[in-house]
Each structure stands twice: as structure tokens, then as C-alpha cells.
């Protein structure tokens, strides 16, 4: 109705204005002068609206024409216009309504209002409950009605020259009661003295409006600006208010029940972009207020007295977003918010300032930033509600800034983890914590029941003291970067100190804090002095270095550990419910009689160490020698091994090993040389028994054992391995020992007394080298003497046969075994590769590095008995040495002396004269009953002389003798015979000079004696036998001179044979003509040689 009715009037007004105009130019000049009344043109002014509007009628009291200004021009107006339904009531009624005329119509000839304007109505703006938006005037107890579209369709049509509502730019209302009206809601308004302006352009309309408002009993003074665009059917318009309090608007819209939280006067702007029938596009606001109330939802549900506020954001209604872009708030000083069961704690907020958006399509809220200003604490958050109007899943990210360690107690709800919050407000002392976030997660059952599903965070702490064992040193400097969820706490170390140790890096976990079994866990690196981390360890209740049986005293090293403790979370925490453990890395450390009593240097180790146990391992000097070390010990007494040792160790020089505390007795340090690796496993139950098992590679050793002339180069491979049992660190048993080599294989044990702890015994249950194959036992004497018995199959003296035939052995000249009493029994020793004595037995002492007694009985090849006996001396001023076979032959060829010898009893007799520095010996040989076979330098004797029938005696069965009597003297290396006579009834010789053994060279001359029998007859006479004989022992009346010089296999035999038929008393002169006999090359240039 109001729209058409507007539209009527400005025909009719175009009509009255049409018939007026040659009146109003008349009276142009009277405006100027006031209002000129037009009360004659009431009939027709009547008459045009009626037409204008068939079904109403319109009364109006007067008909004015006033002069407006040079903007509106002249106006036409008319007084108090009443509108009237056919049966006479009221539809509207507008005190006083002007026309202003338009120009450019008057300029085209037409009479049409630029301008209406409505003084004093009564309007309603009518939201109906399908969402469109209707204007109405009020009447006498009546309205007349409209919807806004058609009226604005008709404003902004495309303009028609001859249409004079084309001409029409403004519509403005007033001092108008403006009721506003929510028939859905319910709701309505008034807002008395209200000014409404419309303006076209176009096909736009911009409208703009002001007002007082009763808001639940509180004037708020608002102003409308707006805009409609016919293109987009579009309605913009914005709201500018003062003194509203948003909680009385909470129930306009459920879209913004949320205001009902905040009860602050506020003053801003609201724009709102609605389609012209009423639909809702969208709402902005900016609005801002003071002092107030802000209620906290459920379950917080607490008050907050505000300072200052302020709200910005915007909400597009098609897709239900909702976008705050600013909701901040100071609050009065000593604020704070209690967190209800099951936190029950309660924290300062002196304000904060908010960002979020809501997305109502499918209730999620985004929680852009929430910042809290807590008490000089910021909290800074940022999160989402998923759900917001049904069932909120809260995610919340919360970033608080730095704050003291000390103020943590006022922020972290003790509920969250009792132990672990009593122990960190009571261990942890001092510093800072920085970069705080919290990440909280739940579900919001109604508004007093939350269900915590996730809490986890981290944080930073800076230069903290903590007193984490209230026994041993505070850690300070602390350093760390922590994070935390809902039952656990982790904490990355960067840095701190404690006792003089960095701690370089790490991790604490506080864990089960949801539960009664809170614990901690702490794993972090720490460097520093090793003689700083021994005192730490030191110290009660560890008391690990006691049990290590180190003192930390003059220690020195570099110490890295990665240390680990475990241990429930309580105040009153004892060391014993502490597990504890440690890797650590040392280097170049040092401990004065570190290991077994020896001195440990340049080590370079790696320790693991816990309740339990300790296992090092790595390498180091012991004792200056080089050493790979295994050390396992075990703290807990009820294992059955206390400790466990593993050693290599390069010993350089086998002739230092003694600084190991190793006995090599009976072996002396000149038997073994060069580099020996020994490998050492040493177990110690907790009973103090010990026992070790050592290798020793001998590889890279140079070995010999001069009783059996053995040796070992340095490239041949060889080990030894020994078995030692101790008790209380003293030796009680060697149960197993044995070397091996590519030709030596011995194993045997030791024993020792077990009062005294001494060797009692070695027992060697095999000893093979070559054709030896023997059993030993060496029992310790008197100081450094010895008792040995060998036993076995067999003996092999081959290689050392040369040295007791040729050499001096009245004496040894080494220092093995220098004091020993030995005992043998074999069946067979090999002097040789094809000569051996049988079943023999034998005993013999050595004193002072002297052979002092000698028993042996034996048997040569063919079965025959060999005796030999070497005892002191009557007046002890030498020894007597005594040999006796029954078959000379076969001992001398058994012993490599003489091999064509058959036959024959032997005995020789001698002494050796120890009042002599070079113990000389001297005696004389018998051999009875022999022969001589195939001997090639008597032979050429013999076939010089042409003595026909003993050459063919000597290839055949044997030229025989009676006798050999050969007086000598020993000393040196040189045999010395002299008159030694062999007889026999074809032939006798004589013979006198030396024997060479170490060069094995003869230098010998005599007297061969053919038909001995006869020949020496005459020399047996009493008186005269010597001249026939010409003095020589043995000779005969007619003998030949020889002389052999040369090596003993094969002499240089020379004959005299002039001399052969020459009586005894005229032989020599003879020999003036032979050659001089060369003297005996010198033998101290000569190598000993081994003569078969």
C-alpha cells in the first residue's frame, strides 16, 4: 500500500504541478517571502489522488507551496494527508509530505517531483518469518502494508522521459516513529524521531538512516546506511551504534547466542548484506566497549570484570561462516579463572585477545590465536571445535612465553601428574622455561563434563639447578628442550654441569603420570677430567670405586659417558630404588696399580657399568706393555662370578715379562727373545677363587732349549696356552700348560703346596720334538735347584749328540736348569738317524752348572750292555768317569767314534780335574779282543809295506787284535794321545799326537808293527829289548813310521819305508829324510763339524 500510494501521488502530484506551473512562475517571486498557501487547488489535489489510488481516499487539510532552497527549489506540500479505506478507517496517515520539482523534467515540459519527502510518520519494518522484509505506515490503529521489492523494482526500472516517476532521485522521512518488528522471533523495537533518506542512482538506491533504540531498557543511538542494487537485488547496509550491550542482542539470531557471554556496553559497526525479500547474506561488526562483564562458558563458568573490549568479525549467511577477526579483552587487575574438577586449579588472566573462525555449515570452529595476558605470563593459542553446537571435540594448541621455574607451580594443575609435580616444584630449584606449548585435546559432554583425550607440549629450560638424588651433587647450567603429552614428560639435554663434568647432551622421561607408578628416566652424556668422575662415584651411596678396588688418587684420563637412571618419582627417593647404568668412552687414562696390582696407562677404554655390573673394554699400557683388556665384574654378590678378565697383551720383549709379574721359572730369559702376544682369561668367584687361562702366540718368537739343542726361528708358528688356578691371589694350581710348534708339542700341570702357596711340582704329560716321545717331572729343590725324572719310548739326542761327543761336556756353559738332579728311563735314545741305545737308565746330578755325577746303563744294537758312571772323586778335587761295554765295535760305532770295530770288551777310565778353571780330563781306553775291518788308512799303511795277506784280512773277516791301550788328555776341544799301542798277532801299531774334535782333524804318527808276535819278541827282553825295539812301547825289532794328518773320515797317511826294515835302534835316523809333519791348523777359526 505505502509503495503504491507513493507511486499514485506523484502522478497526481505531476497532474497538480502540470496545472500550477503558469501559478507558480506568477509566484515565484512570493516563496522567496514563506510558504504561500494553495488551499483553492484542495478539490483538485484531492480529485488527482483519488484517481491516482481507486481503491482508498486521501484528506488532507491544506495544500502549501514553499521555496526550499536553490538545492530543492520549490517545494509542494501537503498538510496532514490521511488515507482511507472504503469503509472509512485509516489506512495511513502522514502528517505534512513534500515535492520537490524536477528540472529536467520541467525542461522537457513535463511536471514531475524530484524529491519527496515525508514529515512525522509512523513506519513498520516487518521481518516476516519467511525472511522477507516489509515497510508499512502506521493508520488510526491500522497499517497499510508492502513489501520492499516491488517499491524498489519501481525506483530503479529503466527511466522513461515520459514517466514522471522516473524523475523522482529522493525519498526522505523525517522525524518518523520507526517500530521495527520480528514476527518469527517475536521481538520488536521502537525508535522514536527517526530519519530515513533514499536516494536513486540508477539502478541503485543508497538509503541511509539514524535512531534512538530501547534495548531491554538501555538508548542505544544507531545510524543506517544502506544500499540497493536492482542488477543483484542486493540490499548493503551498515549499522553504526553506541551504548548496545551484545548479550540483550544474543537471542535475535541463534547465529549470534555467543553475544550472551559478553555484558560490556559497546559502540561500533555492523553491516549487513541481505537479498531483497529478507534473506540474509551476511553480517560485519566492529564494535568495541569498557568496563563490563564477561561470563565464561560451561565448565569454566566465571566471571570476568573488563576493562576494555572489543569485537570485530563477519558472517556470510549462505554458507554459515562465521570469521572474528578481533575479540580481545583487558580484565581488572588480580583476575583470575578456575579450572573445576578434576584440574582444580586456579590461574591469573588479566586479558586476551582472540581470533577464530566458525564454519555453521558443519560446527567447526577454527581457533585462530587466543592470547592470554596471565599475571606478565603470554599464553598464545590457536585450535578448533569440531561440533561447537552439539558435541564439542575441543584441539587446542596453546604457546605460553618464558617464566620462571619457581612460578610453574601457579600454572600447572598439581592434578596433572601428583608425583611428578611434587618432585620437578620440589628437585628442580631454579631457572627459566621458554617456548611452552601445550597441545590439549577432548570431548565436551554437556557443560559440565570434559573428557580428556590428549595433552601433550614441550618446552625449553634454561640454566636450571636440579637435585636429582638428594645424596650426590646438585646439576646446574641446565639446559633443555622438553616435550610432554598426557601421562609422560621427555626432556632433550642440551648442557649442564655437576661435580666438575659437563653434561654435553641427553634425555629425562617422566613416565605414568596418570598413574600411582610415575617414574623418571634420565639418559645424558658427560665429559670431563676421568679423575672428577671417579670421586663422583666415589661418593656414597655409590661407593663404586671401593668396589672396583681403585682409588681415585693421582688417576688421570678423559671420561665420556652416556649415563642412564631410572628410578619412581617421589621426594623421599633412596639410591637403592635407583637403577642406574653407564657407557662411557675413556681416553688416555691413567691409574697407579689399576689392574692386578700393575700400573695402567694411555688407556683408551670403553666402561658399561650398572646395578648389576661393570664391563670395560678397550686398550692400554699394563705395566708399559700394550694390552687389549675385557674386564666383566659383578656388583650383585649372589652371582657366581665376581670378576672376569680378558687381556691380549704384546709383550715386546719376553725378556721383560717379569714387570707382568709372570715367573718363568725354570725356563732363564736367554731361552725365548722377541715379541710374544699373550692372551689372559681370568675368572674370581666371590670366594676369592681364581682362574686363568692364558695364551701366548709364539710366532714372532726366537725359542731354544740347549739341553736338546732345540731352536725355533721366528717365522715358524707356535703357541703356548696355561691354566693357573689361584686362591686369595696366590698361585695353588697350574692344571694345564702346553706349547706347540711345528716340531714341539709339550703339555703338562703344575701343583703347588697348599699351605705355602710354593711349587711343589710340574708335571709335563707329553713332550714330542722330532723322534722324542717322553713324559717329565720337575720337582723344585733347595733355592734353584731342581729334580727331574724323563720318562718314555724314546729319547732323541741326534741333535745335540755332537756337542756331548766333541764337545766339553764336563760343563754346559748355559744357565738352564743349572742346579738339577735328574732320573731317565727310555727304551730308546737316538745319538744319531740310524744309532740308538736301548733300554736305557740314567741318572745324573748337575751342580753349578757341572755335571757332578753320571749313572747310565743301556744297551747298543746288538743287545750288548753299556755302562757308563761319573762320580766325585776321594778327595773331591775332580770327577771319575768310567764307560764299559762288552762290544767295544758297536759302542763306538753307536756313539759316531769308530765304525770298523767288531767286537771287543771296552773300558775307559778317566778324571777330570775340576781345580782347573777348564776342568781337563785325562785317562786311558782298553778295548780287548777286537777286530778291524776294511780300515782305508791302515790299509795304505799296510800295502806300502807289501805285507801281503792283512790287506786281504781287513777286506774279509777282520784283522784281530789282542789289545788297545790308549792313555789321553782332554782339555779344550783336543784329544792328547800319548804311547797308545794296539797289538794283535799279525800286526801292532803305535801311536801318539792329537785329535782335533772341534775341527774333527787328526794329527797322529807311530810305529806299525808287522808279525807282531815274533817281531816284538826281542823287544820283551830284559835289558836289550829296547834297543832292539829303539824305545818305543809296542815297537818291534822291524816296524815302519806313518804319520796321519788330515780330516778323521780320510787322513793323509804317510810311510817311511826305509825305516820298515831297519832295526829299532837305527828306525829315526830315518826320519830325517821324510817331510816335516805340518803343524795343526789353528782351530779358533774352525766351525764345529758334525763327523759321522
Do not use: C
Amino acid at each position: 500500500m505505502l509503495i503504491r500510494m507513493v507511486k499514485g501521488m506523484v502522478h497526481a502530484m505531476a497532474g497538480v504541478l502540470a496545472g500550477t506551473a503558469i501559478i507558480l512562475l506568477t509566484l515565484a517571486w512570493l516563496l522567496s517571502r514563506g510558504p504561500v498557501s494553495l488551499g483553492f487547488m484542495a478539490p483538485y489535489v484531492g480529485d488527482l489522488i483519488n484517481s491516482a489510488l481507486p481503491d482508498v481516499e486521501a484528506e488532507f487539510d491544506d495544500t502549501i507551496l514553499t521555496w526550499a532552497g536553490w538545492e530543492r527549489a520549490v517545494d509542494l506540500r501537503v498538510i496532514n494527508l490521511r488515507i482511507r479505506a472504503d469503509e472509512g478507517s485509516v489506512l495511513a496517515q502522514i502528517p505534512e509530505v513534500a515535492f520537490s520539482i524536477s528540472t529536467d523534467a520541467l525542461m522537457r515540459g513535463i511536471i514531475a517531483p524530484a524529491r519527496v519527502e515525508l514529515f512525522g510518520p509512523t513506519l513498520y519494518a516487518i521481518r516476516e518469518t519467511d525472511g522477507h522484509l516489509n515497510l508499512a505506515l502506521a493508520g488510526a490503529g491500522a497499517m497499510a502494508t508492502g513489501r520492499m521489492e516491488p517499491f524498489l523494482n519501481e525506483l530503479t526500472k529503466a527511466s522513461d522521459p515520459d514517466d514522471p516517476l522516473s524523475y523522482l532521485k529522493r525519498i526522505d522521512i523525517s522525524d518518523a516513529d520507526l517500530i521495527i518488528e520480528d514476527t518469527g522471533r517475536g521481538r520488536s523495537w521502537v525508535t522514536p524521531d527517526t530519519q530515513i533518506s533514499l536516494r536513486r542512482n540508477g539502478a541503485r538506491i543508497d538509503g541511509e538512516t539514524s535512531f534512538l533504540i530501547d534495548l531491554d531498557g538501555t538508548v542505544a543511538e544507531m545510524s543506517l546506511v544502506g544500499a540497493y542494487d536492482a542488477a543483484t537485488r542486493r540490499i548493503d547496509a551498515g549499522l553504526s551504534f553506541s551504548g548496545v550491550t551484545p548479550s540483550v542482542l544474543a537471542n535475535t539470531s541463534p547465529e549470534v547466542d555467543f553475544l550472551k557471554l559478553i555484558d560490556v556496553p559497546v559502540q561500533g559497526t555492523i553491516t549487513i548484506a541481505a537479498s531483497v525479500d529478507g534473506v540474509l547474506e551476511s553480517i560485519g561488526f566492529d564494535v568495541s566497549g569498557s568496563e563490563g562483564t564477561m561470563y565464561l562458558p560451561a565448565p569454566l563458568e566465571d566471571n570476568l570484570m573488563t576493562e576494555s573490549f572489543s569485537l570485530r568479525g563477519f558472517f556470510d549467511a549462505p554458507t554459515r561462516q562465521l570469521e572474528i577477526a578481533e575479540f580481545s579483552a583487558n580484565f581488572s587487575p588480580e583476575t583470575t579463572i578456575y579450572l573445576p574438577e578434576p584440574l582444580n586449579h586456579s590461574f591469573p588472566l588479566y586479558g586476551f585477545t582472540a581470533t577464530a573462525t566458525y564454519d555453521g555449515v558443519v560446527d567447526f570452529l577454527n581457533l585462530q590465536m587466543l592470547d592470554l595476558d596471565m599475571a606478565g605470563i603470554s599464553v598464545r593459542s590457536h585450535g578448533s571445535i569440531d561440533g561447537l553446537m552439539a558435541v564439542p571435540q575441543i584441539g587446542l594448541r596453546v604457546d605460553v612465553s618464558d617464566m620462571a621455574i619457581e612460578q610453574l607451580k601457579d600454572y600447572w594443575p598439581q592434578a596433572i601428574g601428583t608425583d611428578s609435580y611434587d618432585w620437578i616444584t620440589s628437585q628442580v630449584k631454579s631457572g627459566t622455561i621458554s617456548q611452552l606449548h601445550v597441545d590439549v585435546g577432548g570431548i565436551m559432554y554437556g557443560f559440565d563434563a570434559f573428557s580428556l583425550n590428549r595433552l601433550d607440549g614441550g618446552f625449553d629450560v634454561r640454566n636450571a639447578t636440579i637435585q636429582y638424588v638428594d645424596a650426590l651433587p646438585e646439576v646446574t647450567g641446565f639446559d633443555a628442550s622438553a616435550q610432554f603429552s598426557r601421562g609422560r614428560i621427555d626432556l632433550d639435554v642440551e648442557r649442564a654441569q655437576s661435580a666438575g663434568l659437563d653434561i654435553d647432551g641427553g634425555k629425562i622421561s617422566m613416565t605414568e603420570l596418570t598413574g600411582d607408578t610415575e617414574r623418571a628416566r634420565i639418559t645424558t652424556v658427560v665429559t670431563g677430567p676421568f679423575q672428577k668422575a671417579m670421586e663422583l662415584i666415589d661418593q656414597e651411596p655409590l661407593n663404586f670405586t671401593e668396589v672396583m678396588n681403585i682409588s681415585p688418587d693421582n688417576t688421570a684420563g678423559v671420561v665420556r659417558a652416556d649415563l642412564d637412571f631410572d628410578f619412581p618419582l617421589k621426594e623421599t627417593l633412596t639410591w637403592g630404588e635407583v637403577k642406574a647404568s653407564a657407557l662411557a668412552e675413556l681416553k688416555s687414562v691413567s691409574i697407579p696399580e689399576g689392574l692386578f696390582g700393575l700400573d695402567v696407562d694411555e688407556g683408551q677404554l670403553d666402561l658399561a657399568i650398572d646395578n648389576d655390573g661393570m664391563t670395560v673394554a678397550g686398550e692400554l699400557l699394563l705395566q708399559n706393555f700394550p694390552t687389549v683388556l675385557t674386564w666383566r665384574q659383578n656388583f650383585d654378590d649372589t652371582a657366581p662370578v665376581k670378576n672376569r678378565y680378558e687381556l691380549s697383551v704384546h709383550v715386546t720383549d719376553v725378556q721383560n715379562i717379569t714387570d707382568l709379574g709372570i715367573d718363568v721359572s725354570p725356563f732363564s730369559a736367554d731361552m725365548i727373545r722377541g715379541d710374544v702376544p699373550l692372551n689372559v682369561h681370568v675368572t674370581e668367584s666371590q670366594e676369592g677363587l681364581t682362574e686363568l687361562e692364558a695364551r701366548v702366540g709364539l710366532g714372532g718368537v726366537i725359542m731354544s732349549i740347549p739341553v736338546i739343542n732345540w731352536d725355533k726361528e721366528e717365522s715358524e708358528p707356535g703357541e703356548a696356552r696355561v691354566s693357573i688356578q689361584l686362591k686369595d691371589n696366590k698361585v695353588t694350581a697350574i692344571p694345564k700348560f702346553a706349547i706347540e710348534t711345528e716340531n714341539l708339542s709339550v703339555e703338562g700341570a703344575a701343583h703347588y703346596a697348599p699351605d705355602s702357596g710354593k711349587l711343589n711340582r710340574i708335571e709335563l704329560s707329553k713332550v714330542i720334538y722330532g723322534r722324542t716321545d717322553m713324559t717329565a717331572l720337575l720337582v723344585p729343590g733347595v733355592g734353584d735347584s731342581w729334580d727331574a725324572n724323563f720318562t718314555g719310548p724314546s729319547l732323541d739326542l741326534d741333535p745335540v749328540w755332537e756337542d756331548i761327543v766333541f764337545g766339553d761336556f764336563t760343563e754346559s756353559g748355559q744357565t738352564f736348569l743349572a742346579n738339577v738332579s735328574v732320573s731317565a728311563k727310555f727304551e730308546r735314545v737316538w745319538l744319531s738317524d740310524d744309532r740308538a741305545l736301548d733300554n736305557l737308565i740314567a741318572a745324573f746330578a748337575r751342580e753349578n752348572e757341572i755335571m757332578r755325577t753320571v749313572y747310565v746303563t743301556s744297551e747298543v744294537k746288538n743287545g750288548a750292555p753299556l755302562e757308563i758312571k761319573m762320580t766325585p772323586s776321594d778327595r773331591s778335587i775332580g770327577r771319575i768317569l768310567t764307560v764299559w761295554s762288552s762290544d767295544a765295535g758297536e759302542v763306538l760305532r753307536t756313539f759316531d767314534l769308530y765304525d770298523l770295530m767288531k767286537g771287543g770288551e771296552l773300558s775307559l777310565t778317566g778324571i777330570v780335574d775340576d781345580t782347573q778353571e777348564n776342568h781337563p780330563f785325562s785317562g786311558l781306553l782298553d778295548i780287548h779282543r777286537y777286530r778291524i775291518i776294511e780300515a782305508p788308512a791302515l790299509a795304505r799303511i799296510v800295502s806300502i809295506m807289501a805285507l801281503s795277506g792283512i790287506v786281504e784280512a781287513l777286506q774279509g773277516e777282520g784283522l784281530a787284535f789282542d789289545t788297545l791301550q790308549m792313555p789321553f788328555d782332554y782339555t779344550d776341544g783336543a784329544i792328547r794321545v800319548t804311547d797308545a799301542k794296539a797289538t794283535g798277532t799279525s800286526l801292532g801299531f803305535t801311536a801318539s799326537g792329537v785329535i782335533y774334535t772341534h775341527a774333527d782333524v787328526v794329527d797322529i804318527d807311530g810305529t806299525v808293527v808287522p808279525v807282531y808276535a815274533i817281531n816284538s819278541a826281542l823287544g820283551n827282553l830284559p835289558l836289550i829289548g829296547g834297543i832292539f825295539t829303539g824305545g818305543e812301547e809296542g815297537g818291534g825289532i822291524f816296524a815302519a813310521n806313518y804319520s796321519m794328518t788330515g780330516p778323521r773320515s780320510d787322513p793323509e797317511v804317510t810311510v817311511n819305508p826305509l825305516s820298515a826294515f831297519t832295526p829299532g835302534f837305527l828306525r829315526n835316523i830315518f826320519d830325517l829324510f821324510d817331510n816335516p809333519i805340518d803343524p795343526p791348523p789353528d782351530q779358533s777359526g774352525v766351525e764345529e763339524s758334525t763327523g759321522n
